[in-house]
């Protein structure tokens, strides 16, 4: 089992860039696909980004790409999402998600995680 925990979100203006990152708890992060999904009021959650649980593949939603980047440290047990050129429309609670897996699967559908964090806001202003 894992214990995620987001940090990083904020209130930026449009254009902006935040860095947000999902810290886990346990000794077997790097067996663990890992991902980052949002959910703006009254949406159901998307997804964002994906990355395998060794880092070598990665797979964004239209709306991230060209604009943000999904990373990981095994060593410190932490997933990344830089995000730059921020918009309006990025505002939202956003969440880390993981499962346990091999190899180079990503994952981009709710369903494929078992486990999540409690959120983080991002606020995006015009």
């Known amino acids: 089992q894992v214990q995620l925990v987001e940090s990083g979100g904020g209130l930026v203006q449009a254009g902006a860039s935040l860095r947000l990152s999902c810290t886990a708890s346990?000794?077997?992060?790097?067996?663990?696909?890992m991902g980052w999904f949002r959910q703006a009021p009254g949406k159901e959650r998307e997804f964002v980004a994906a990355i395998s649980a060794s880092g070598g593949n990665r797979n964004y939603a239209d709306s991230a790409k060209g604009r943000f980047t999904i990373s990981r440290d095994n060593a410190k047990n932490t997933m990344y999402l830089q995000m730059n050129s921020l918009k309006p429309e990025d505002t939202a609670v956003y969440y880390c998600?993981?499962?346990?897996?091999?190899?180079?699967?990503?994952?981009?559908?709710?369903?494929?995680?078992?486990?999540w964090g409690p959120g983080t806001q991002v606020t995006v202003s015009s």
């Open positions: 998600a993981a499962t346990w897996t091999f190899g180079a699967i990503v994952r981009s559908t709710r369903e494929g995680y078992d486990y």
């Open positions: 346990g000794r077997t992060f790097s067996s663990y696909a």
